[in-house]
T-cell receptor, first 112, second 115 residues
Framework: GDSVTQMEGPVTLSEEAFLTINCTYT??????LFWYVQYPGEGLQLLLK?????DKGSNKGFEATYRKETTSFHLEKGSVQVSDSAVYSC???????????FGTGTRLQVTL | EAGVVQSPRYKIIEKKQPVAFWCNPI?????LYWYRQNLGQGPELLIR????????DSQLPKDRFSAERLKGVDSTLKIQPAELGDSAVYLC?????????????FGQGTRLTVV
């Protein structure tokens, strides 16, 4: 079945550091890939997505590229801020089942 | 535009008691999902509705869980009787379409603690 594997957290970075959160997937067919973010006290919200190979999703300075050859969708940001502290979850949707399959989430803590 | 609204936000009950969660999706969204998120895990789908029809309930423990979506709008998820292992966050989400690249909008969730 479909699955998503994320690097374990928590990840603690200093402000302005470079961020990478790894995400790899296993899926039947050609999934769409998503990164969701959950800020403290809030619900899951879409951060970015990519729907086909080599697509790059971007939002709020975050980027992720759909790599079919390595079945990966790593999240990156060049300079994190304290306000980026949240839980980041990678997910896929193959459309066949029309449901999101999530990774376990990675907690990011950014300090001054 | 109002988002997905869930209530209650928190619920503590004793085992063997019943509990119900309510969800109001975004207006116009035909697809509604209930997910369960156990501690340290990602959300897992329990049931998906297309309008008022449950089209995927394969992961719903039907011996104790039930759900309904009256008139294709609001939805209720019920557990009766609750067990200790049901402690989790229950998430409701909705989307306008059910294609693979359609964004799902999530509510804040209901955190259930069974003692």
């Amino acid at each position: 079945g479909d699955s998503v594997t994320q690097m374990e957290g928590p990840v603690t970075l200093s402000e302005e550091a470079f961020l990478t959160i790894n995400c790899t997937y296993t899926a039947t067919g050609y999934p769409s890939l998503f990164w969701y973010v959950q800020y403290p006290g809030e619900g899951l919200q879409l951060l970015l997505k990519a729907t086909k190979a080599d697509d790059k999703g971007s939002n709020k300075g975050f980027e992720a590229t759909y790599r079919k050859e390595t079945t990966s969708f790593h999240l990156e940001k060049g300079s994190v801020q304290v306000s980026d502290s949240a839980v980041y979850s990678c997910a896929l949707n193959t459309g066949t089942a029309s449901k999101l399959t999530f990774g376990t989430g990675t907690r990011l803590q950014v300090t001054l | 535009e109002a988002g997905v609204v869930q209530s209650p936000r928190y619920k503590i009950i004793e085992k063997k008691q019943p509990v119900a969660f309510w969800c109001n999706p975004i207006s116009g969204h035909n697809t509604l999902y209930w997910y369960r998120q156990n501690l340290g895990q990602g959300p897992e789908l329990l049931i998906r509705y297309e309008n008022e029809e449950a089209v995927d309930d394969s992961q719903l423990p039907k011996d104790r869980f039930s759900a309904e979506r009256l008139k294709g709008v609001d939805s209720t998820l019920k557990i009766q009787p609750a067990e200790l292992g049901d402690s989790a966050v229950y998430l409701c989400a909705s989307s306008a379409l059910r294609t693979a690249n359609t964004e799902a909008f999530f509510g804040q969730g209901t955190r259930l603690t069974v003692v």
